[in-house]
């Protein structure tokens, strides 16, 4: 649990929600329960964060005050939690949302393989293409020379010349590499430039990041609604936690047209937030007043087609960059060894 960040993961998040919750629901008073929590916490700075919580309690302020005197935390969790301390269903609050980080987490989590395996995929791939423009082709054209100085193909020519373009200004790359590098971190570690990276990653992979954003309303809602919250409410609390442009403008619409008094399941046909045997589902679900149960289904289905698109994009991507590999260090060699052999061949 890092104290410096700007806000917890959502795997500590998580995972603080969890824990607290077994120990509320013991009837353990919520002041011993982040005592229990902080000796138990296996770093300094998770120690120094709940021993701050604490004191804050101790003081007498409720538990939603003191997360947010810790500036970590989220304000939809302080916010969830201060209903449900009002309420008198924080545990019901807590578990709620430790399912709802935990399916953050997750989905987090798999893209984050998704994206590894093909980056490294490749630098391999550029790797290998620059030993052989920088290494090994420079060897055939000695080769040449000492044969008569047969040229080279014009593509062996052209990529040798590339690597030495690469060998003679190798610090400049380097520096632009690290600096793009540096660029990138730190757009990583602000708001701004994680909004952005996120409206990039949007309009790349649009599917995929329709299906998140759908499954980031359903947990919400789910959440929301099990918390004891009218769909109203509920809808307005969620409007703020769609980073997806479209999937807002959805909600936004949504909530106008149940302050204009529709019904909930029919505003979100016409708005379209789900459709098919998800919109089926809700309809029955509030029918019935099994909302939460529905919506914590529907976001468990999105997360597991969530995880099958990246899957299925792995599956794509893994062959296509290995053909290409193969396709671009055949075309260099064959480039270099025809040409040899042609000389091979005369001198026979």
Same mark, same amino acid.
């Given at each position: 649990?890092?104290?410096? &960040?700007? !806000?917890? @993961? ?15 629901? !013991?009837?353990?008073?919520? @002041?011993? &329960? ?16 709940? *021993? ?27 916010? +969830?939690?201060?209903?449900?301390? /009002? ?20 989905i987090s989590k798999s893209i984050r393989s998704a994206v590894t395996y093909p980056a490294i995929m490749l630098c391999i791939l550029v790797a290998i293409i620059l030993i052989l423009v920088i290494k090994v082709l420079p060897i055939f054209n000695e080769v040449f020379n000492s044969l008569g100085g047969a040229p080279m193909s014009p593509l062996a020519a052209g990529a040798m010349a590339l690597g030495n373009a690469v060998s003679t200004y190798s610090v400049a790359i380097i520096l632009i590499i690290a600096a ?9 570690? !602000? ?12 309009? $790349? ?28 409410? *509920? ?22 047209? #149940? ?5 909930? &399941? ?8 789900? !459709?098919?045997?998800?919109?089926? +589902? ?5 029918? @019935? ?25 792995? *599956?794509? #991507? ?9 396709? $671009? ?5 064959? *480039? ?5 052999? /042609?000389? +091979?061949?005369?001198?026979?």
């Open positions: 649990m890092s104290k410096n &960040s700007q !806000t917890l @993961s959502a795997e500590e998040l998580a995972a603080f929600s969890e824990q607290l919750a077994l120990t509320v629901k !013991t009837g353990i008073p919520l @002041s011993e &329960s982040i005592m229990i929590l902080a000796e138990d916490a296996d770093t300094a700075a998770a120690k120094a964060l709940l *021993s701050k919580i604490l004191n804050a309690l101790e003081n007498g302020k409720p538990l939603a005050d003191a997360l947010r005197d810790a500036g970590v935390f989220p304000e939809y969790m302080t916010q +969830m939690i201060e209903i449900g301390e /009002a309420s008198g269903r924080l545990d019901g609050v807590l578990d709620s949302l430790s399912s709802y980080y935990s399916r953050q987490d997750n793009i590098a540096v660029i990138l971190i730190i757009m990583r570690l !602000t708001p701004g430039g994680r909004k952005l990276q996120s409206r990039a990653s949007q309009k $790349i992979f649009r599917k995929l990041s329709s299906k998140m954003a759908s499954g980031k309303f359903a947990s919400g809602m789910a959440l929301m609604t099990a918390s004891g919250l009218d769909v109203n409410r *509920s809808v307005e609390m969620v409007l703020p936690l769609m980073d997806n442009p479209k999937m807002y403008a959805k909600v936004k619409e949504l909530k106008n047209l #149940i302050d204009d008094g529709a019904s909930f &399941s029919d505003s979100v046909v016409k708005t379209e937030v789900f !459709t098919g045997m998800e919109a089926r +589902m809700l309809v029955l679900g509030f029918k @019935s007043g099994n909302l939460d149960t529905v919506m914590a289904k529907i976001a468990n289905g999105y997360e597991t087609q969530v995880d099958d698109r990246l899957d299925s994009l792995i *599956s794509v #991507i893994e062959p296509t960059m290995v053909a290409v590999l193969c396709i $671009i260090v055949g075309l260099i060699l064959l *480039s270099a060894m025809l040409p040899l052999l /042609a000389v +091979m061949t005369a001198i026979v």
